[in-house]
Protein backbone atom coordinates (compact mmCIF):
# COMPACT_ATOMS: atom_id res chain seq x y z
CA UNK A 1 0.00 0.00 0.00
CA UNK A 2 1.34 3.56 -0.63
CA UNK A 3 1.63 6.22 1.76
CA UNK A 4 -0.61 8.78 1.30
CA UNK A 5 1.83 11.87 0.97
CA UNK A 6 4.40 12.97 -0.42
CA UNK A 7 4.93 16.38 0.47
CA UNK A 8 7.92 18.87 1.18
CA UNK A 9 9.30 18.76 4.61
CA UNK A 10 8.57 22.10 6.80
CA UNK A 11 10.03 23.37 10.39
CA UNK A 12 6.85 21.48 11.66
CA UNK A 13 8.13 17.98 10.37
CA UNK A 14 11.67 18.89 12.47
CA UNK A 15 10.89 16.12 15.08
CA UNK A 16 9.35 13.71 12.66
CA UNK A 17 13.08 14.09 10.21
CA UNK A 18 15.32 14.04 13.01
CA UNK A 19 13.50 10.65 14.60
CA UNK A 20 13.79 9.26 11.05
CA UNK A 21 17.49 9.98 10.34
CA UNK A 22 18.43 8.14 14.00
CA UNK A 23 16.10 5.12 12.79
CA UNK A 24 18.25 5.51 8.98
CA UNK A 25 21.17 5.60 10.93
CA UNK A 26 20.96 2.81 13.63
CA UNK A 27 19.36 0.38 10.54
CA UNK A 28 21.30 1.51 7.29
CA UNK A 29 25.03 3.19 8.93
CA UNK A 30 26.92 2.31 5.85
CA UNK A 31 24.20 4.89 3.76
CA UNK A 32 25.02 7.75 5.31
CA UNK A 33 28.48 9.56 5.72
CA UNK A 34 26.53 11.62 8.73
CA UNK A 35 26.43 9.63 12.59
CA UNK A 36 24.88 10.58 15.63
CA UNK A 37 27.97 11.54 17.68
CA UNK A 38 28.92 14.28 15.10
CA UNK A 39 25.97 16.07 15.90
CA UNK A 40 26.33 19.04 17.74
CA UNK A 41 23.78 19.82 20.52
CA UNK A 42 22.61 22.80 17.62
CA UNK A 43 21.83 20.11 15.52
CA UNK A 44 17.86 20.41 15.83
CA UNK A 45 17.94 24.08 15.24
CA UNK A 46 19.68 23.76 12.54
CA UNK A 47 17.49 21.49 11.03
CA UNK A 48 14.44 23.57 12.44
CA UNK A 49 15.66 26.25 10.20
CA UNK A 50 16.82 24.51 7.41
CA UNK A 51 12.93 23.10 7.16
CA UNK A 52 11.90 26.79 7.57
CA UNK A 53 13.95 27.93 4.14
CA UNK A 54 13.71 24.56 1.81
CA UNK A 55 12.23 25.51 -1.33
CA UNK A 56 13.18 25.25 -4.99
CA UNK A 57 13.74 29.30 -5.03
CA UNK A 58 16.71 28.52 -2.04
CA UNK A 59 17.84 25.46 -3.75
CA UNK A 60 17.53 23.07 -0.29
CA UNK A 61 14.36 20.69 -0.99
CA UNK A 62 13.26 18.20 1.76
CA UNK A 63 10.49 15.67 0.38
CA UNK A 64 8.86 13.38 2.84
CA UNK A 65 6.52 10.62 2.72
CA UNK A 66 3.94 10.12 5.17
CA UNK A 67 1.44 6.98 5.75
CA UNK A 68 0.36 8.40 8.53
CA UNK A 69 4.60 8.84 10.06
CA UNK A 70 6.92 9.74 8.07
CA UNK A 71 8.43 6.66 6.73
CA UNK A 72 10.37 8.56 3.86
CA UNK A 73 12.60 10.98 2.82
CA UNK A 74 14.87 12.29 0.62
CA UNK A 75 16.95 15.87 -0.11
CA UNK A 76 18.47 17.47 -3.04
CA UNK A 77 20.87 20.48 -2.16
CA UNK A 78 22.36 23.22 -4.35
CA UNK A 79 26.06 24.11 -3.47
CA UNK A 80 25.56 28.12 -2.37
CA UNK A 81 29.53 29.40 -3.72
CA UNK A 82 29.02 31.24 -7.36
CA UNK A 83 30.90 28.86 -9.36
CA UNK A 84 29.60 25.63 -8.09
CA UNK A 85 26.19 26.84 -8.27
CA UNK A 86 25.03 24.40 -11.69
CA UNK A 87 25.88 21.57 -8.63
CA UNK A 88 23.66 20.11 -6.07
CA UNK A 89 23.72 17.04 -4.39
CA UNK A 90 21.01 14.33 -3.48
CA UNK A 91 21.83 12.79 0.02
CA UNK A 92 19.76 12.13 2.90
CA UNK A 93 17.69 9.46 0.87
CA UNK A 94 15.62 7.05 3.30
CA UNK A 95 12.97 4.71 3.62
CA UNK A 96 12.02 2.67 6.46
CA UNK A 97 12.46 -1.15 6.42
CA UNK A 98 9.21 -1.92 6.30
CA UNK A 99 7.71 0.13 3.57
CA UNK A 100 10.79 -0.91 0.78
CA UNK A 101 10.38 -2.91 -2.47
CA UNK A 102 6.88 -1.34 -2.50
CA UNK A 103 7.97 1.40 -4.86
CA UNK A 104 8.32 4.11 -2.68
CA UNK A 105 12.03 4.70 -3.11
CA UNK A 106 11.25 5.57 -6.69
CA UNK A 107 8.67 7.68 -6.52
CA UNK A 108 10.61 10.07 -3.93
CA UNK A 109 13.73 9.75 -6.73
CA UNK A 110 11.03 10.94 -9.11
CA UNK A 111 9.02 13.91 -7.11
CA UNK A 112 12.68 15.36 -5.90
CA UNK A 113 14.30 15.06 -9.41
CA UNK A 114 11.32 16.62 -11.38
CA UNK A 115 11.49 19.19 -8.11
CA UNK A 116 15.77 20.00 -8.93
CA UNK A 117 14.72 19.96 -12.66
CA UNK A 118 12.88 23.23 -11.52
CA UNK A 119 15.98 24.81 -9.97
CA UNK A 120 16.87 27.78 -12.81
CA UNK A 121 20.65 26.90 -13.60
CA UNK A 122 20.87 23.65 -12.41
CA UNK A 123 23.27 21.04 -14.65
CA UNK A 124 24.16 18.42 -12.81
CA UNK A 125 23.10 16.62 -9.80
CA UNK A 126 25.65 14.23 -7.45
CA UNK A 127 25.36 11.84 -5.04
CA UNK A 128 27.56 9.32 -3.03
CA UNK A 129 26.31 5.40 -2.47
CA UNK A 130 27.90 2.44 -0.88
CA UNK A 131 29.55 0.70 -3.39
CA UNK A 132 28.39 -2.37 -2.20
CA UNK A 133 24.69 -1.41 -1.87
CA UNK A 134 24.45 -2.82 -5.76
CA UNK A 135 20.27 -2.44 -5.63
CA UNK A 136 20.48 0.77 -4.78
CA UNK A 137 23.16 1.65 -7.19
CA UNK A 138 21.28 0.18 -9.72
CA UNK A 139 18.22 2.11 -9.10
CA UNK A 140 20.29 5.62 -9.37
CA UNK A 141 21.41 4.60 -12.93
CA UNK A 142 17.58 3.26 -13.61
CA UNK A 143 17.44 7.21 -13.30
CA UNK A 144 20.44 8.23 -15.37
CA UNK A 145 22.89 8.73 -12.57
CA UNK A 146 26.33 7.62 -13.73
CA UNK A 147 29.33 6.03 -11.87
CA UNK A 148 32.06 8.95 -11.65
CA UNK A 149 34.54 6.99 -9.46
CA UNK A 150 34.72 5.00 -6.61
CA UNK A 151 36.46 6.03 -3.41
CA UNK A 152 38.50 3.39 -1.19
CA UNK A 153 38.01 3.06 2.21
CA UNK A 154 35.35 6.19 1.92
CA UNK A 155 34.04 4.99 5.45
CA UNK A 156 36.06 3.60 8.19
CA UNK A 157 33.49 1.93 11.14
CA UNK A 158 35.08 0.45 13.77
CA UNK A 159 37.76 -2.37 12.56
CA UNK A 160 35.13 -2.34 8.54
CA UNK A 161 35.53 -0.30 5.42
CA UNK A 162 33.43 0.61 3.16
CA UNK A 163 34.10 2.03 -0.45
CA UNK A 164 31.72 4.51 -2.06
CA UNK A 165 30.47 5.57 -5.93
CA UNK A 166 30.62 8.76 -6.40
CA UNK A 167 28.00 9.34 -9.60
CA UNK A 168 26.32 11.90 -10.84
CA UNK A 169 23.79 12.76 -13.36
CA UNK A 170 24.05 15.00 -16.07
CA UNK A 171 20.96 17.17 -16.15
CA UNK A 172 21.45 18.76 -19.99
CA UNK A 173 22.68 15.74 -21.58
CA UNK A 174 19.17 14.08 -19.98
CA UNK A 175 18.04 16.77 -22.36
CA UNK A 176 19.95 16.61 -25.09
CA UNK A 177 21.38 20.00 -24.35
CA UNK A 178 24.84 21.05 -25.11
CA UNK A 179 27.14 23.03 -23.26
CA UNK A 180 27.96 26.65 -24.67
CA UNK A 181 31.70 26.39 -23.23
CA UNK A 182 34.68 24.38 -25.13
CA UNK A 183 34.95 22.16 -21.47
CA UNK A 184 36.52 21.56 -18.33
CA UNK A 185 40.57 22.92 -18.52
C1 LIG B 1 17.35 2.91 -1.21
C2 LIG B 1 15.93 2.90 -0.66
C3 LIG B 1 15.54 4.33 -0.29
C4 LIG B 1 14.99 2.38 -1.76
O1 LIG B 1 13.66 2.49 -1.24
P1 LIG B 1 12.50 1.48 -1.70
O2 LIG B 1 11.22 2.06 -1.29
O3 LIG B 1 12.82 0.09 -1.29
O4 LIG B 1 12.66 1.58 -3.29
P2 LIG B 1 11.70 0.91 -4.39
O5 LIG B 1 10.66 0.06 -3.77
O6 LIG B 1 11.28 2.00 -5.29
O7 LIG B 1 12.69 -0.07 -5.12
C5 LIG B 1 13.71 0.46 -5.88
C6 LIG B 1 14.73 -0.61 -6.13
O8 LIG B 1 15.31 -0.98 -4.88
C7 LIG B 1 15.57 -2.37 -4.87
N1 LIG B 1 14.80 -2.98 -3.76
C8 LIG B 1 13.62 -3.57 -3.78
N2 LIG B 1 13.30 -4.06 -2.60
C9 LIG B 1 14.28 -3.74 -1.77
C10 LIG B 1 14.50 -3.95 -0.40
N3 LIG B 1 13.64 -4.63 0.38
N4 LIG B 1 15.63 -3.44 0.14
C11 LIG B 1 16.49 -2.76 -0.62
N5 LIG B 1 16.34 -2.55 -1.92
C12 LIG B 1 15.25 -3.04 -2.51
C13 LIG B 1 15.17 -2.92 -6.18
O9 LIG B 1 16.33 -2.95 -7.00
C14 LIG B 1 14.18 -1.93 -6.70
O10 LIG B 1 14.17 -1.83 -8.07
P3 LIG B 1 13.07 -2.72 -8.91
O11 LIG B 1 11.72 -2.35 -8.35
O12 LIG B 1 13.25 -2.23 -10.32
O13 LIG B 1 13.43 -4.12 -8.68
C15 LIG B 1 15.80 1.97 0.58
O14 LIG B 1 16.23 0.68 0.22
C16 LIG B 1 16.65 2.44 1.76
O15 LIG B 1 16.24 3.30 2.52
N6 LIG B 1 17.84 1.84 1.92
C17 LIG B 1 18.72 2.18 3.05
C18 LIG B 1 19.29 3.58 2.94
C19 LIG B 1 20.08 3.76 1.66
O16 LIG B 1 20.82 2.89 1.21
N7 LIG B 1 19.91 4.96 1.08
C20 LIG B 1 20.65 5.35 -0.10
C21 LIG B 1 21.83 6.14 0.30
S1 LIG B 1 22.75 6.70 -1.12
Known sequence: MQPRIIRPLDERDTQAFLGLKQIGLSTDP???VAALEDDPPSYPDAVRERLS????ETGDVILGAFDP???GIVSVTREDRTKRRHKASLHGMYVVPTYRGKGLG?????RVLALARAMRGLEEIQLVVASHNT???TLYEGFGFELMWT???ALKMGGRYVDAH???????????????????V
Do not use: S
Open 30 to 32: DAF
Open 53 to 56: NAAV
Open 69 to 71: ALV
Open 106 to 110: KELLH
Open 135 to 137: QVV
Open 151 to 153: ERR
Open 166 to 184: HMALDLLKARGEVRATAGA
